[in-house]
């Protein structure tokens, strides 16, 4: 893996001073590539069964680049092969999850602002965004009913709770209403927790975030459920923060954050079961459990 030829694709000429692997996940090795009189970059490089993602992630930063600009790295360079890999700028910042900002809520008036940056990007439709609208659909009821119905015969052949299974989709019947409230698809990111928020921490000023890989066309009230689901946990200031800074919400925020905070507990306890990470798995079925008694 020649990590210097690499960059050489994208900054030619650069001289390395050091390389040091972050924080990836199963799908990718990502590095940040340090350059003598130069701005770091990241390069990322794809599992050959992953590869794929590396077109989603150009086309999702192009579209944030125009509406948000240094808020998101810049694509330098992207080539598929064997390996695929990408180069990017480097934001600044350091991971909120990994700071403790004495002012949560400021913190989170400045997630809200984003998202609410984010969700001015229309998409065509409603459905899992590569670059285009996968399998898409024309209403937010239709999308979502194939979702939760998707991932409720997953926890069902992952020998999930038959009975945690049967109460969660009665609780998706009951509040069905509600998805055919949202009118119009926009991008959204589908991921924004504080692990891929990156943040100054000397001004606490939000710097950007990262990973596009999640992204999907869809009611912009998802992306709050989740940050609320992955993130929040119960905080007031934190949810409050985020409320204020995203501004004007529909009257039905709250039971529709509720039906989507449901759905991305099952698409992660899924996501779990299916890698054998057993030691959530209870924690997650709990959560469920509240919002469905």
Request: glycine content about 6%.
């Amino acid at each position: 893996m020649d990590i210097a030829a690499m960059v050489d694709k994208a900054c030619p000429g650069s001289s390395i001073e050091e390389v040091v692997e972050r924080s990836g996940g199963r799908l990718s090795k990502v590095f940040e590539v340090r350059r003598n009189a130069a701005e770091p970059v990241i390069v990322k490089i794809y599992e050959p069964e992953w590869a794929w993602k590396q077109a989603k992630e150009v086309h999702v930063y192009g579209l944030l680049q125009e509406h948000l600009g240094d808020s998101v790295p810049r694509v330098l360079h992207a080539e598929p092969g064997d390996p695929a890999f990408t180069v990017l700028t480097k934001l600044d910042g350091v991971p909120l999850s990994e700071a403790e900002p004495p002012d949560w809520k400021s913190v989170y008036v400045q997630l809200g602002e984003l998202l609410q940056r984010i969700h001015r990007i229309p998409q065509p439709a409603y459905g899992y965004l590569t670059d285009e609208v996968l399998e898409p659909l024309p209403t937010n009821d239709a999308y979502m009913r194939r979702q939760f119905t998707k991932k409720l015969n997953e926890f069902d052949q992952l020998d999930g709770d038959p009975r945690l299974s049967e109460s969660i989709g009665q609780y998706v019947e009951q509040h069905a209403e509600l998805l055919g409230n949202a009118t119009q698809p926009v991008l959204c990111h589908n991921d924004f927790h504080e692990g891929n928020v990156l943040v100054d921490p000397v001004t606490w000023q939000v710097q950007g975030f990262i990973d596009v890989e999640n992204a999907i066309a869809a009611d912009p009230l998802m992306d709050l459920a989740k940050t609320e689901c992955y993130s929040i946990w119960g905080n007031a200031d934190k949810l409050a923060g985020l409320v204020e800074g995203y501004g004007a919400l529909p009257t039905d925020w709250r039971p529709r954050t509720t039906l989507y905070r449901l759905y991305h507990s099952l698409e992660l306890w899924d996501w779990f079961k299916s890698i054998g990470t057993v030691d959530p798995l209870e924690s997650i079925a709990g959560d469920m459990a509240k919002i469905v008694s």
